[in-house]
C-alpha cells in the first residue's frame, strides 16, 4: 500500500481528522472529572427526576413517530421509562431505601416528562369518540 491509499483509507475512517478531534476532547475532558459520590440528597434525587423526564419525553417522541398506538403515547413513554429504570436499579447494589428513592424520584420525573412531552411538545392526535365517526374541532365553553 502507497502513502496515497493509507491516506485516502484514513481519511474515509477518520473523516479528515474529525473524530479524532473529537475522541482527543473525550479523553482530555475525562481526565478532569472528579469521583462520583452517590448519596440521597435533594440534588441527587432531583438529577434521577431530571434523568426520568428527559428519557421518558425520548420514548414518548418515539412512540409518536413509531408506534401504531399515537393516542396512547405518553402512557408508553411513562411506562418504558419507568420499568426500564426500575429493572436497572433493583439490580445494582446499594440501601433498599436509597434504591425505592431513586425508583420514585425518576417515575415522578417520567410522569412529568412524558406527558408534558405529549401535552406541550408533540402534535395533537385526533382520538375516535366511538368507532363511526371521528370529531376534530374546537371547543369553547362560556359560564354566565
Known amino acids: 500500500m502507497n502513502d496515497q491509499q493509507k491516506n485516502s483509507m484514513g481519511k474515509r475512517v477518520f473523516g479528515h481528522g474529525c473524530l479524532t478531534g473529537r475522541m482527543a476532547i473525550l479523553c482530555a475532558s475525562l481526565l478532569f472529572c472528579g469521583q462520583a459520590n452517590a448519596y440521597d440528597g435533594w440534588s441527587s434525587e432531583l438529577s434521577h427526576a431530571a434523568g426520568g423526564a428527559v428519557v421518558a419525553g425520548g420514548i414518548t417522541f ?48 417520567s410522569a412529568v416528562g412524558a406527558f408534558a412531552t405529549d401535552k406541550w411538545i408533540l402534535k395533537p392526535v385526533v382520538k375516535r369518540e366511538n368507532a363511526v365517526s371521528a370529531y376534530f374541532g374546537v371547543e369553547t365553553r362560556l359560564t354566565f
Open 62 to 109: 418515539l412512540a409518536d413517530k413509531y408506534s401504531s398506538h399515537r393516542e396512547n403515547r405518553a402512557w408508553i413513554g411513562f411506562g418504558v421509562s419507568s420499568l426500564l429504570f426500575t429493572a436497572v436499579e433493583l439490580t445494582t447494589q446499594g440501601s433498599s431505601y436509597g434504591n425505592r428513592l431513586d425508583i420514585a424520584s425518576h417515575v415522578i420525573g
